[in-house]
């Protein structure tokens, strides 16, 4: 064995010369200390460095440590010899006891080499991240620059929609979403989304009509991303890209659960492999599983375990802490049985730890050079390739995100819509049916509608009955009312829709905002016109407040409503007063805003 490990070293000095070293770590196990001191040895015969490295795998060897990498098959802390020889020791340890350790088992002057080649490999690695933006870039097939490309598509596409002439609305809002996404450098990114979407389209793989702010973007309606017009729906394009705050674009893109996947390999042929991986996603311990898998490595009874697990409250992203307050049966365990105060309090140091990974269920990044230049790869389920990066890492390093989201349920309109023109002929297209047909109406307001998107809970059933939707715009309202906040506006909307002649608003300007939601506040689109139009906002300084306001950020809020009573006149706003809105009238209509 001796004569090959030489013989292999010859071969090594001979590629690497003096980048190699031999690496000697002692961890207290007997083979390391039958085989390092050979290497010292060896090493010094041939003069090749020597290293001292320390295999880590905890950062303390605290027992919860140990207990995280699963080293120990039971966990009895005063029963040591249980562990296999030298898990305790697979940490990261200080200097010293580097020192300490190498020293049982080789000579002062070896440990005191190995110790100071550890800072010659540590000045040989300098990673930098590079956080400029890694936007992938969108290829023609005949060589045209991509602006030209996305001119042409837009201005073609809105005269097909405008037989008679774009009218000068659409025009002026077409001409302004281009400029500012030129200057924002988003054009390869709408061009690429254009191309993979065409590509579903013409390959009989079924679309969504668009899903969030993107359906306030005209260009997006244009490039048929989404199908929905803006204009007459009264969305705004700043809520989806703001000049204002330069942020990442965002769209979400729903494609037939089937044959989604046909779309994904469509951008991996275009672009390469190599530029378009999958996202990581990583799971956690939460309250009830740590429990479980802690109580497992502990060897407590199954059954024992579960009954405390089963205390554990059924709420969204619920903590043992919290458990505890609420659950007085919990409590008095944890505070009575030493055996289940062992298992929380273990626990509790475990809680909220990635526990597994797993591929995002939608997210894919496409870069501009081969993905492992900017982030990390692994492999993961099913042998496919994924960053070991999440979502938020990877947009901060500047690397471009997009959603290819499977529906169940565009799978199922599609077999229906190909079950129709088998029985009847007719070949339905989606996008020219008519979505105020009186009896379809008629029929939601029945309540009947299992298997309706969005509108097939016991609650939603319930609310659709009473609300007898006339019109599109009043499903729509519907399905925004009838979340927490808005909800508290259910009664007002049906008293309005019912009883147009009741309905009051609190200053004039607020008619032509709020007439078409019956003088109540449904959308975020609402809060953006009513700071715009009464206070005197630019519409990218209002979408920081509605974005202020949807993540419940209390001091921007605070802040924003002294702008929006009083004005501030350092950042251009006029304020309600200074518009003639009476101070009491400006501040309740703020209070209902962030209701």
């Known amino acids: 064995i001796q004569v090959q490990a030489e013989a292999r070293m010859q071969e090594l000095i001979a590629v690497f ?343 995002h269920a939608a997210g894919v990044v496409i870069s501009q050079k081969d993905v492992d230049e900017y982030v990390p790869l692994a492999l993961g389920a099913d042998n496919n390739v994924v960053t070991q990066f999440t979502m938020t890492t990877l947009e901060e390093l500047g690397l471009l995100k997009m959603d290819f989201l499977g529906l169940r349920t565009l799978t199922v309109i599609q077999d229906a819509i190909r079950l129709v023109e088998k029985s009847t002929g007719v070949k339905l297209v989606t996008e020219k049916l008519n979505y105020n047909d009186k009896a379809v109406l008629d029929y939601i307001g029945t309540g009947k509608t299992d298997g309706i998107f969005q509108i097939e809970s016991a609650g939603m059933k319930s609310f659709m009955k009473e609300l007898r939707p006339q019109s599109l715009e009043d499903i729509i309202a519907g399905i925004s009312l009838y979340r927490p906040g808005p909800m508290d506006f259910i009664p007002q909307y049906i008293k309005g829709k019912n009883h147009p002649e009741l309905i009051t608003y609190e200053c004039p300007q607020l008619k032509p905002i709020l007439a078409p939601t019956y003088g109540c506040i449904v959308y975020q689109e609402q809060v953006m016109q009513i700071v715009r139009d009464l206070a005197g906002y630019s519409l990218g300084r209002s979408d920081l407040v509605r974005r202020a306001m949807s993540k419940k950020k209390g001091d921007v809020m605070q802040r924003e409503r002294q702008n929006f009573v009083y004005g501030n006149e350092e950042e251009g706003i006029p304020g309600c007063v200074k518009n003639g809105i009476d101070e009491k009238v400006a501040n309740k209509i703020y209070d209902e805003m962030i209701d």
């Open 17 to 359: 010369g003096e980048d190699l070293y031999i690496e000697v770590q002692y961890h207290g196990i007997d083979l390391e200390e039958e085989i390092y001191p050979k290497m010292a040895e060896m090493a010094r015969k041939y003069g090749v460095k020597i290293v001292a490295t320390n295999d880590v795998h905890t950062i303390t060897n605290e027992p919860e440590e140990l207990l995280r990498r699963q080293m120990l098959r039971s966990l009895r802390f005063e029963k040591w010899e249980e562990l296999q020889p030298g898990d305790d020791q697979l940490y990261y340890r200080t200097n010293g006891e580097m020192i300490d350790w190498l020293c049982r088992i080789l000579p002062v002057d070896v440990v005191d080499e190995a110790m100071d080649n550890i800072q010659n490999i540590v000045d040989k690695c300098d990673v930098k991240f590079n956080f400029d933006k890694h936007y992938p870039k969108f290829v023609s097939e005949d060589g045209r620059s991509a602006v030209e490309v996305f001119t042409e598509i837009i201005w073609n596409n809105a005269k097909k929609m405008f037989p008679d002439g774009i009218p000068e609305e659409y025009q002026e809002r077409m001409k302004y979403e281009t400029e500012t996404m030129e200057n924002m450098g988003f054009i390869d990114y709408f061009l690429i989304v254009w191309d993979f979407i065409h590509f579903a389209k013409s390959n009989g793989i079924m679309v969504g009509p668009g899903r969030g702010s993107a359906a306030g973007s005209i260009v997006a309606y244009t490039l048929a991303i989404t199908n929905i017009d803006p204009i007459r729906y009264q969305l705004l394009f700043e809520r989806f890209l703001n000049p204002e705050r330069v942020s990442m674009p965002d769209i979400d893109v729903d494609f037939c659960f089937e044959r989604r996947q046909e779309v994904i390999d469509y951008v991996v042929r275009k672009y390469g492999k190599d530029r378009v991986v999958q996202i990581v996603t990583f799971g956690t311990l939460q309250a009830r599983g740590v429990l479980r898998d802690v109580g497992r490595v502990m060897d407590l009874p199954y059954a024992f375990v579960d009954s405390i697990a089963k205390m554990i409250p059924k709420e969204l992203n619920i903590t043992l802490d919290k458990s505890l307050k609420m659950n007085h049966e919990l409590k008095k365990l944890y505070d009575e049985d030493p055996q289940v105060k062992e298992l929380i309090d273990m626990s509790k140091r475990l809680e909220g730890l990635p526990r597994h990974t797993s591929m």
